[in-house]
C-alpha cells in the first residue's frame, strides 16, 4: 500500500494494511439458478493478500438460502461481531455477491466496511490497470456495478451526516449522480468503441497469418508461457490478475512456419459479469483467434475443476466450438508420472510442461505450430503472373511440388495451410483447380 503524509509530524508514514475477516456461506448448488456452490475462502484471502490486505479471521455457514436482509443467520452474525471486535477488523470480505441491502445491512449491524466478491475483484483490476484500454474497461465494470447501490452510497453518508435534514437533499443528489454515472459510461462506451476499431484494423492486417491465444485460470503461467515462447516481456507475478491486457507477438521458425500468440486477462471461478462485459474488447482477441491455448496450473488443488470454470467463463466470451489445446502447466511441481497417467487419458492430445524451463517454451511452441499448420493441404491453383513474388516463402520452404506456365497465367500445386489457400484466393487472384 502506499504512503501517506502523517496530519500532525508532517512525515511520511506507511499506510497500515487493512485488517479482514473473510465471511462466506456454502450453499445448495442448486439454489438461484446455480448461483449456489462452496465458499472458497483460501481463494477469497488470496484476492485479499493480492488487494492489499491482511486476513485475521474467518467464518463460514452452510444454509439452503442467504437470509434476505443480513445474508448471514442471526446467530452467525453475532459470532461474526464477535470477532471484528476481537481481530480489530477494519473491513469484512463476503466470498458472495451482497445485495445493495444486504451490503447495507450488514454495514449498519458490524460497523465496519463490507465488501463481496465483486467488489473486490473490481478493486484489483483497478489497482492492476496500466493501459488505457484497461483502465477504461474497469471504470466501466465499477460503474455499473455501482448503479444500482448508490442508495447504499448515500445511507452511508446519511448515517455519518446523523440523517438530519440529509434525506431531501440527498435524495436529489441521487438522481445527480445517477445521471452523472449514465453520463460517463456513455463516454466509456464510446472511447472503447474507437479503441475496438483501432484494434480491427491490425487484425485485418494480420490476415493470412495463424493466431492462437493463451487463456486460463488467473496465475495458471500464461504470461510465463508467453515469454518463453516469444520474447514479450510480459509482466509475471505470483498474484492473482497480473495481467490485464492482451499483448500480441509473432512468432516465427521460418518463413511459413509462424504465428501470432496473444497473452491476455485470466479468469477465475465466478467471474463477474460486469467485467467480462467491459474487457470484452479486450477478450475479442480470444474470439479471433484460429487456436485457443487453455493453460491450466497442473500443482492446483482440482484441475478438473479449474478447466471447468475457465470453459464456464469462456461461453460467455466465446459461444461458438473453437480448437483449443490444452496445456498442463507447472509440471515440476508435481509427480510428473502420476499426473500424466491420471490425466491423459480424459484429455487426449494435451501437453504437459514447466513453463518456466527452456524445455517447457520449445514444446509448447512445437505444439502450437503442429494444431496450427498441422492439416496441411496439397492443392493446385492458378495464379496471374504478375503475383509470382507471392510463391516466394512456398518454394524456400520445399511446399510447390509442381509448377506450369500458360500464357500469363501459373499453375502450382503446393502444400499448404487452409488459411494461406484462403489468402491466396482472396488477396492474390489465385483460382482453385478443382482435381479431376
Ligand atoms: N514452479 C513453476 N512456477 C511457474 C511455472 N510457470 C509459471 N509459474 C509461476 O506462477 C506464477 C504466475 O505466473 P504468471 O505467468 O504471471 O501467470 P498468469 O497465468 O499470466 O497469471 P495472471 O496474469 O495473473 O492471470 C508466477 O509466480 C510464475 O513464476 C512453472 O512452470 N513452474
Ligand atoms: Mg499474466
Redesign the pocket.
Known amino acids: 500500500m502506499g504512503t501517506r503524509r502523517d496530519e500532525e509530524s508532517g512525515f511520511s508514514t506507511e499506510v497500515p494494511r487493512e485488517r479482514a475477516v473473510l465471511a462466506g456461506i456454502h450453499l445448495p448448488l442448486a439454489w438461484a439458478g446455480g448461483l449456489g456452490g462452496e465458499a472458497d475462502l483460501p481463494e477469497l484471502g488470496r484476492l485479499v493478500d493480492t488487494a492489499g490486505a491482511d486476513v485475521v479471521g474467518q467464518v463460514e455457514q452452510r444454509r439452503a438460502r442467504p437470509v434476505p436482509s443480513t445474508f448471514l443467520g442471526k446467530g452467525k452474525l453475532e459470532d461474526l461481531k464477535e470477532l471484528v471486535e476481537e481481530t480489530e477488523a477494519t473491513l469484512v470480505i463476503f466470498d458472495n455477491d451482497l445485495t445493495p441491502a444486504q451490503g447495507r445491512n450488514l454495514e449498519k449491524a458490524l460497523d465496519v466496511n463490507i465488501l463481496d466478491r465483486t467488489e473486490l475483484i473490481l478493486d484489483i483490476f483497478a489497482k492492476h490497470a496500466s493501459t488505457r484500454q484497461a483502465r477504461l474497461q474497469v471504470e466501466l465494470a465499477q460503474l455499473k456495478y455501482m448503479l444500482p447501490r448508490l442508495t447504499r452510497l448515500w445511507s452511508h453518508l446519511e448515517r455519518q451526516a446523523g440523517g438530519i435534514g440529509t434525506r431531501g437533499p440527498g435524495e436529489t443528489q441521487l438522481e445527480t449522480d445517477r445521471r452523472l454515472v449514465n453520463k460517463r459510461i456513455a463516454v466509456l462506451d464510446k472511447a472503447l468503441v474507437e479503441i475496438e476499431t483501432t484494434r480491427q484494423t491490425q487484425v485485418r492486417s494480420r490476415q493470412g497469418t495463424y493466431t492462437a491465444a493463451l487463456i486460463?485460470?488467473?496465475?495458471?503461467?500464461?504470461?510465463?508461457?508467453m515469454n518463453g515462447v516469444t520474447d514479450a516481456g510480459?509482466?509475471?507475478?505470483?498474484?492473482?490478475?497480473?495481467?490485464l491486457d492482451a499483448t500480441t507477438r509473432k512468432v516465427e521458425i521460418d518463413e511459413r512456419r509462424r504465428f501470432l500468440l496473444t497473452?491476455t486477462?485470466?479468469f477465475i471461478r465466478r467471474l463477474p459479469h460486469h467485467l467480462v462485459e467491459s474487457f470484452k474488447a479486450t477478450l475479442q482477441e480470444v474470439r479471433d483467434a484460429d487456436l485457443m491455448v487453455h493453460?491450466v496450473d497442473a500443482?492446483c488443488d482440482d484441475p478438473e475443476h479449474q478447466i471447468a470454470s475457465v470453459n464456464k467463463v469462456l461461453r460467455e466470451i466465446v459461444p461458438e466450438e473453437k480448437a483449443t489445446l490444452l496445456v498442463f502447466?507447472?509440471?515440476?511441481?508435481v509427480d510428473s508420472e502420476l499426473f500424466i497417467n491420471r490425466f491423459s487419458r480424459s484429455y487426449p492430445g494435451s501437453v504437459f510442461?514447466?513453463?518456466?524451463?527452456e524445455d517447457?517454451s520449445t514444446e509448447l511452441r512445437e505444439a502450437i505450430l503442429t494444431r496450427l499448420t498441422g492439416n496441411e493441404l496439397i492443392r493446385t491453383v492458378r495464379l496471374p503472373i504478375t503475383n509470382l513474388h507471392c510463391l516466394s516463402s512456398f518454394h524456400r520452404t520445399g511446399s510447390v511440388l509442381e509448377q506450369e506456365f500458360e500464357a500469363d497465367m501459373c499453375l502450382a500445386t503446393l502444400r499448404l495451410t487452409e488459411k494461406e489457400l484462403n489468402r491466396l484466393l482472396s488477396r492474390e487472384g489465385a483460382v482453385l483447380v478443382e482435381e479431376s
Open positions: 486460463g485460470y488467473t496465475n495458471a503461467g500464461k504470461s510465463t508461457l510480459v509482466y509475471v507475478k505470483d498474484q492473482l490478475f497480473a495481467t497473452d486477462v485470466g493453460v500443482s502447466n507447472k509440471m515440476d511441481l510442461v514447466a513453463g518456466r524451463t517447457g
